[in-house]
């Protein structure tokens, strides 16, 4: 009886307002570099969700996350997505910005099109430019598919327009990024000091996935082609040639000094304990920038309660009073121990302004 009331006491203790010390997140100026919208072309905006994916169970969890309904979409068109996810990024005590991705598709290889029944999701660079240009927290992150035709053209075209990056998911665009023949293009990115981010490990968010593509020593082609390179994930599902690809993808960060990580996705629950491992990685926290991957940053894939054999129940209970998504998300990254260089680093062209 006496233990259970010592754990009470402790309990509460670790549940009361913490010490109103200065919080130094809170003058940073933070970017979250990992954050997706979607939508089903209603407003005009171009974008689309194939059948194979609408039909699939994810579906509705994804509205769910994103808080808005088909009949929301239907009436106030895609731009409602955008809208609500600036209002977040406001309402965020620690985030400032957040790098809003557009989503290119799988090209056909013989009429070098969009192919729309392989594309699950598209998002176009269209709409993301045009929406994020209403916002001063928002910024653009571009997807071009090499294996356009014209990607070089669409590549100048986008960084005119204000990229700050290229996003790919190779497993589900069909791209192999050690094909020589983007050459080309990757030393075009890497005279534009555009970076590439790009899913590393087994794609779990799509109806299917060509997971051979996410492999991490596929990068090794852009990265020898000078391109700062953003694994998303750490790579941290499945295996490549038998091996765990986050092992696979460890040696790299000695290898090429333009490899970097973020840190999306790492406190879900089926990444338990690679957080915590990553950090312990020697030199590695100094190759880490921030990342949400919203909307999975929702509950039940994000709980800080999860954690408490690496936080302790008292940072977990404080770390779940924050209500904002973004809030709560930096805080549990920050009770890991992950240091405050991370939440604050910037790369390519925004490493070159006063933001």
Known sequence: MKIFSTFIFLLLIG???????????????????????????????GNFINEEMRDNFRFDFFLSWMDVTEKELEKNGDQILVKKLNNRIVQSKYVDQAVV??????INEKTNILDRKKTQVYV???????????????????????????????????YQQGAVLIKWIPSIMYIDPSDEKFIPFYKRMAELNLPLLTHTGMEKSFANAKDHFSDPRLLELPLRCGVTVIAAHIATTGESDGQDNFERILPMFDEFPNLYTDISSLTQVNKLGYLAKAIKHPGLTERMIYGSDWPLSSFPLVSP?????????????????????????????????VPHTVFTRKLGILDMTDE
């Open 15 to 45: 549940c009361s307002q913490p010490v109103l010390d200065p919080d130094p997140l809170e003058q940073a100026h933070i970017i979250d570099w990992h954050v997706h919208v979607a939508g089903m072309g209603f407003g005009d905006s």
């Open 101 to 106: 991705l557009a989503l290119d598709g799988v």
């Open 124 to 158: 176009s660079n269209e709409f993301v430019v045009s929406q994020t240009a209403k916002y001063q927290s928002l910024l653009f992150g571009a997807s071009i598919n090499p294996n356009r035709e014209d990607s070089l053209e669409l590549l100048d075209e986008v």
């Open 305 to 337: 309660f999860y954690h408490m054999n690496h936080i302790g129940i008292k940072k977990s209970w404080r770390v779940s009073q924050y209500k904002n998504k973004w809030d709560l998300d930096i805080k549990l990254k920050e009770a890991f121990g």
